[in-house]
């Protein structure tokens, strides 16, 4: 396995990725995923190379999400080719997209998992990609641990739910990026608030939650709600997230914005 100077994998050598960032969350569920894709979406809409690496073996969603199905194709030089979204170009690896039965992975050790991941960052012919988004598996365990240790990360979003316990998530995520010395770039509680169809009028319907304090506890520098999404919903179940109209993806902008600036 080809190891750079800092003792972290270096990708195939048709591959250049200028900024690498992990998507986190506590535990599944809470929109993870959904997030990851939408991020890839809205960095694609303004005109960058995008690439998700789907790491989330176990819970692998992100090609339903683009409506992605069939096996990678391998290139003369035996690497992994990704397969690209229909609209954006997202370039995709994932297991679900290598396996006949990714389902397979749910009774994956922890070195076998960290494998595959390995490979889905050294065998994979990237190409050239402005941003490649990992989706990591959930929660702080080994796994996520060893994924974040050996990609060379420019930093962390972290996703989190009302439900969640925020303020532990976040502390947990605060501490896993200073370990690995990089920044946690934002902040995402998805399903935050819900909005009347009617009047438009916001309702928290988890009452008011310690967010904003917990971001500026661990200096986190952005912070964004999503709301409640049914149209959301609706389009990943069909598989036509980069469908998603503003309403949603414009309470990503912030976040967006600060990524362009990395
Ligand atoms: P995770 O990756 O954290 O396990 P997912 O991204 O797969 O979670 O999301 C879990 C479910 O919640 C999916 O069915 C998804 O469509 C739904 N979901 C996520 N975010 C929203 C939202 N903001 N509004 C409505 N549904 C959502």
Request: glycine content about 8%; aromatic content about 6%; some cysteine.
């Amino acid at each position: 396995m080809p190891l750079g100077a800092d003792n972290s994998l270096t990708p195939s050598e048709d591959s250049e990725m200028s900024h690498v960032i992990a998507v986190v969350s506590g535990k599944g569920g809470v929109g993870k995923s959904t997030v990851t894709a939408l991020l890839a979406v809205e960095l694609a809409k303004r005109g960058y190379k995008v690439g998700i690496l789907d790491a989330d073996l176990t819970g692998a969603s992100i090609p339903y999400l683009f409506g992605l199905q069939g096996l990678l194709k391998v290139t003369e030089k035996g690497l992994l080719e990704p397969m690209k979204t229909a609209q954006f170009g997202i370039k995709v690896v994932s297991i679900a997209l290598v396996m006949e039965n990714p389902e397979m992975a749910v009774i994956w050790r922890g070195p076998l998992l960290s494998k595959a991941i390995q490979q889905f960052w050294t065998d994979v012919d990237w190409g050239e990609l402005d941003y490649l988004l990992v989706d990591m598996p959930p929660g702080t365990s080994d796994v996520p641990l060893t994924v974040m240790q050996m990609l060379p990360l420019d930093g962390v979003v972290v996703v989190t739910s009302p439900q969640d316990m925020a303020r532990s998530v976040v502390k947990k995520a605060y501490h896993m990026a200073n370990q690995l010395q990089v920044p946690v770039l934002g902040l995402v509680e998805n399903m935050s608030y819900v909005t009347c169809p009617h009047c438009g009028e916001r309702f928290s319907i988890f009452g008011q939650k310690p967010l904003t304090e917990a971001a500026q506890e661990f200096n986190v520098q952005v912070c964004v709600e999503l709301p409640v999404d049914p149209q959301l919903a609706e389009l990943t179940d069909q598989g036509n997230i980069e469908q998603i109209t503003v309403a949603t993806s414009s309470s990503l902008k912030e976040l967006v914005d600060a990524l362009e600036t990395l």
